[in-house]
């Protein structure tokens, strides 16, 4: 028997991709990714900001569910309650997000500030996620992750300056550097291999993800 994925499952009934998607592989849906990490007062990573841009065929279908009186045009505070209703849904999945630590996996505590945006013909989603306790990344290794753990959703930074940044107090002695994941040729083949509503093997998304570290001095 076929089992259907989480992420399937938050697209299709939360996020609306309709049922067959663009292509029979994983992933189905594609988004660029922004990211930003947030310090406190005391020089310490205590957030991340991660800015979405949804790929223009989600976007299209998208497109009747967000706009939600049926007018033709999509304002902001419709974007912002789609947005909204995006974020709380994810939530069973960590915000796709996983925070590193010292080489140890800390789960976000909680997200917020979810914003929703129109913009020529795509749809775009912020929200913050916040670490359960500041991290200091002059003296600890903290890096970073967003991805969807079963590679329907293929989450990615764009090439070029100023995908990944660090903000705040102190963030002008830090540096957010992108690191490319180089999945397997047999790992890239199994993704290929899946079909709309097969369930990835465990972990498969994050063997696609980007990594991104922070520094500072």
């Known amino acids: 028997?076929?089992?259907i994925g989480v992420s399937a499952l938050i697209v299709g009934l939360i996020l609306l991709l309709p049922a067959g998607?663009?292509?029979?592989?994983?992933?189905?849906?594609?988004i660029d990714m922004r990211t930003a990490a947030l310090l406190d007062d005391r020089g310490r990573v205590?957030?991340?900001?991660?800015e979405?841009?949804?790929?223009?065929?989600?976007?299209?279908?998208?497109?009747e569910d967000v706009d939600t009186d049926g007018n033709g045009v999509i304002t902001d505070a419709e974007a912002d309650r789609w947005a909204r209703t995006a974020l709380e849904n994810i939530?069973?999945?960590g915000y796709f997000a996983e925070i590193l630590v010292d080489g140890q996996s800390r789960p976000p505590v909680k997200a917020g500030q979810a914003i929703g945006r129109w913009r020529d013909g795509q749809l775009h989603m912020s929200f913050v996620v916040h670490?359960?306790?500041?991290?200091?990344?002059?003296?600890?290794?903290?890096?970073?992750?967003?991805?969807?753990?079963?590679f329907y959703i293929d989450i990615r930074h764009p090439d070029?300056?100023?995908?990944?940044?660090v903000e705040g107090p102190g963030s002008g002695t830090c540096?957010?550097?992108?690191?490319?994941?180089?999945?397997?040729?047999?790992?890239v083949a199994s993704a290929a291999a899946l079909g709309p509503d097969e369930t990835a093997p465990s972990g498969l998304g994050r063997l696609f993800a980007d990594y991104v570290k922070v520094t500072c001095q």
């Open 1 to 3: 028997m076929v089992r």
């Open 52 to 63: 979405w841009l949804f790929d223009r065929f989600y976007s299209a279908f998208a497109q």
């Open 46 to 50: 205590a957030a991340l900001r991660i």
């Open 160 to 165: 070029g300056a100023g995908a990944a940044m």
């Open 131 to 150: 670490l359960d306790q500041p991290a200091d990344p002059r003296k600890q290794v903290f890096g970073y992750m967003a991805y969807d753990p079963d």
């Open 91 to 93: 939530a069973k999945v």
């Open 21 to 30: 998607g663009r292509a029979v592989a994983h992933p189905h849906v594609w």
């Open 175 to 187: 540096t957010a550097k992108v690191g490319r994941s180089e999945p397997s040729p047999e790992t």
